[in-house]
């Protein structure tokens, strides 16, 4: 599992939230669950330009037989600093 860092929205403003990448069904979005969950718990949003950046990620590694989570890794930068979504500022 690999942790990247995106840019949230809650309301106005963005802030940084942590997700995590594994090896999901290929019918399942990568981030459906982290998006529901910080939806109804939090009141926040994972953008529509991230989450489409992962799901074309997805498809990528599907039709390549790579794995999804080195395919981010290389794509994305390292775990610790991505930050697909935005500035991080």
Not at 11 to 38: A, C, E, F, M, S
Request: glycine share 10%; aromatic share 10%; hydrophobic share 30%.
């Amino acid at each position: 599992m690999k942790k990247f860092t995106v840019q949230c929205d809650f309301g106005d403003q963005r802030y940084p939230v942590q997700v995590y990448i594994g090896n999901p069904n290929k019918k399942t979005h990568p981030l459906l669950y982290q998006y529901l969950w910080l939806r109804d718990t939090r009141g926040g949003g994972i953008p529509t330009e991230v989450m489409e950046s992962f799901k074309k990620l997805q498809n990528i590694a599907a039709e390549n037989k790579v794995d999804f989570e080195e395919l981010c890794m290389h794509a994305l930068g390292s775990n610790n600093d991505t930050d697909p979504g935005g500035t991080s500022g």
